[in-house]
């Protein structure tokens, strides 16, 4: 999509593409694409996102979330007690892996209320993890990464994989306190 573009209209487009997930201005910078040009089968990029009032103030305390910019399927999609016929992930899923790093500068003279617990979860279809990185004073990275094991879901199975979307989504939906 973005490889026959101009510098200008790639940022514009993935602009246009992250602004939908979110519901304040944002204003994305440093856009940087490594190599488009030889069409591999994974995508690497990088950029800047500048996003006002993401800071819910609640009983004195700040908290926010964590926008990600691949998002799991509405959890209406894995509502169902149980199945008949197999699920095929990649109606849902369009990637094999699905990695992301995400870097929060922190307000000038606040931190993390509480250091998060990294999160593994498993099932014979999908491997998800969070990581957690506070080292650094006034910065917190987040690394995220979804590896499908299979391609369908069979219906034993389904219980199994509707229990690990629902504490995907629950991880993802985290709020953090400052």
């Not at 694409?33 to 006002?52: C, G, P």
Request: charged share 30%; aromatic share 10%.
């Amino acid at each position: 999509v973005y490889a026959d573009l101009g510098t200008e209209e790639q940022l514009k487009e993935i602009t246009q593409n992250i602004a939908s997930d979110y519901t304040t201005p944002i204003k994305v910078r440093n856009l940087i694409f490594d190599d488009l040009a030889s069409l591999k089968d994974t995508a690497v990029y990088s950029y800047e996102i500048e996003a006002k009032n993401r800071i819910q103030e609640i009983a004195g305390m700040k908290i926010f979330k964590i926008q990600w910019s691949d998002l799991i399927p509405s959890l209406e999609e894995f509502s169902l007690e149980s199945r008949k016929y197999p699920l095929e992930l990649w109606m849902y899923f369009p990637e094999d892996i699905t990695e992301e790093t995400i870097t929060i500068t922190l307000p000038e003279g606040r931190k993390i209320l509480e250091t998060p617990e990294d999160i593994l979860l498993e099932c014979a279809n999908a491997v998800y993890s969070l990581k957690y990185d506070l080292s650094t004073p006034g910065i917190l990275r987040v690394h995220r990464k979804l590896i499908l094991k299979t391609e369908i879901v069979t219906p034993q199975e389904y219980d199994s994989f509707k229990n690990f979307i629902h504490a995907l989504s629950e991880a993802d939906n985290k709020s953090y306190g400052i």
